[in-house]
């Protein structure tokens, strides 16, 4: 069997027995499946708690009737309350051969077996043998990675399905109200930790390993799942803070050309563009690409070239303390460098309505159609837009919906590639409003509905969800009073930084600004956060492997 091994369980308080049904069923099973022994019921329980929380499967419960405070029918009805598949034989005296006839209906018993069993070829073995093979036909092989348990409309839970989504790391995710496994999971969580307590709203991860984290940091994650968050050195040549499409381009230049490069990424490889479904104009890709697989090939590449990846860690400050440039994270950590690139991209602005706050990742989603889009099919959904993230997600979410409404506030959808307002216009259930705005969004634990103003007046809709993707609002507030940006906060780099003709305040260099370059010399910046920069994936992979190339020519002029 692939995977970890599924579990026998076998309990007796007489040692000896159970230790003589240990040695045969392992001699006979141990290929395929663990075997575990207890001495008592209560410490058999506390395994079958145990052995759920981590995710394992029981197959098969070989259980002694006489145990001294806990019969193995009382042991069973309450084991098989959280491995309801596993098959369930009880070792009886021939004198309590009527109780376990009465437990076959009381327990759904699968079998009963006289003791002794010797010998075992014919009294055991063909019996269990039998039992494996009707459980091992239905039996799915659990996930095997780390699992999240939180409720549907918990914001934190949102939080870190998105983070684990865009960094790539498996996991499955139970809701302890609305299935099966996650109601077992949540009730052996709460037997077997008495100090973790289980909240809907509060999300739970649970590791392989065993561990539990309640209500945990994203870093959390990352250090447990084996992502650096840390430097491994005190000093590189390029650090570059941001990994979008700039980010990583300017990653896989650096490294290959020599350069210690560290890369600082606050939440994923990919930044915003790792968020979009589905991108089909990008050079070399003429059946398209999902942002996560661009994102995924990129940070391999600068993986596989040398680049040091640090996520998710977040640059709070830069400083000029020459030669060299010093950059600050949150954590208090301070790293050198010779020379930065900022590409920290933009995000979407947030809904400036009342409860919109309140509702943020119970519905109302900045970004993330990939991530919440399976949780909404059948739904009327809304997505708030009008340039090409908005019109990927409207596709993307048409899969699963029944009714995609995208809410653009412009007159057209002017901001939008014509291969996605073509697309858009031969899917049936994408409706597009121009001249229109959310309004009001309601709901108390999870969105409701909302309102929709367009020429005709309000519109109050019971729309499930809401994907909004509007505005561009540059990540440079640790920034300030280090560089010149602009009144929106997008970097001012090159001739945009001369006042009639003169050099920014400070400069302290004999030559003018490069064409990347901020108002502190040897911090570049790329992509979206740039002054005037063009908003598309592949411009900001050519500034972010431009930048290196003037990183060189900074560093042979030191």
Known sequence: MAGPKPVILTVDDDVP????????????????????????????????????????????????????????????????????????VLLTAYADTDVAIRAINEIQLDHYILKPW???EEKLFPITDDLLADWSATFR??????????????????????????????YSWLDPEADDEGRRVAASLVESHPDISVDPSVPIVLFPDGAVLRDPATRDIAEKVGLQTHAALPFYDLVIVGGGPAGLAAAVYGSSEGLKTL???????????????????????????????????????????????????????IRRN?????????????????TVVVATGVSYRQLDLPRAAELAGAGVYYGAATTEAVLYRDAEVGVVGGGNSAGQAAVYLSRYAKRVLLIIRSGQ???MSQYLIDQMAAIPNIEVRTSASVTEVRGDTHL??????????????????????????????????SVLRDSGGFVLTGS????????????????????????????????????????RIASAVGEGSMAVQFVHQYLAGL
């Open 322 to 338: 020459d030669p060299y440039r010093v950059v600050v994270t949150d954590d208090g950590s301070e790293i050198s460098c010779q």
């Open 413 to 415: 959808n002017s901001g």
């Open 141 to 170: 092989p659990p996930f095997e990675g780390l699992r999240l348990l939180a409720g549907r409309w918990a914001p934190g839970g949102h939080l870190i399905r998105d983070y684990l989504t865009r960094n790539q790391v498996p």
């Open 496 to 535: 945009t930084l001369l006042e009639d003709g003169k050099r920014p305040a400070g400069w302290g260099m004999s030559r003018e600004p490069f064409l990347l370059e901020s108002s502190m010399p040897g911090v570049f910046c790329a992509g979206d956060v740039r002054h005037r920069s063009v908003k």
């Open 448 to 481: 409701a509905g909302a309102t929709v103003t367009g020429p005709e007046g309000p519109e109050q809709l019971d729309l499930a969800a809401l994907f909004i993707f509007i505005g561009q609002q540059p990540r440079t507030e640790w920034l300030e009073g």
């Open 263 to 317: 890369l600082v990424e606050r939440e994923a490889p990919g930044g915003q563009a790792g968020t979009t479904s589905r991108i089909e104009n990008y050079l070399g890709f003429p059946a398209g690409l999902t942002g996560g697989d661009l994102a995924r090939r990129a940070l391999a590449q600068a993986r596989r070239l040398g680049a040091e990846i640090l996520s998710p860690q977040e640059v709070t400050g």
């Open 17 to 88: 027995v159970l230790r003589a049904i240990e040695r045969d069923l392992r001699s006979r099973y141990g290929k395929d499946y663990r075997v575990v022994a207890a001495s008592s019921g209560t410490e058999a329980l506390e395994a079958v708690r145990q052995l759920t929380v981590r995710g394992s499967a029981i197959g098969l419960f070989v259980v002694d009737q006489r145990m001294p405070a806990m019969t193995g029918i009382e042991f069973l009805s309450q084991a098989v309350q959280l491995q309801p598949d596993a098959k369930r």
């Open 118 to 120: 010797d010998p075992p």
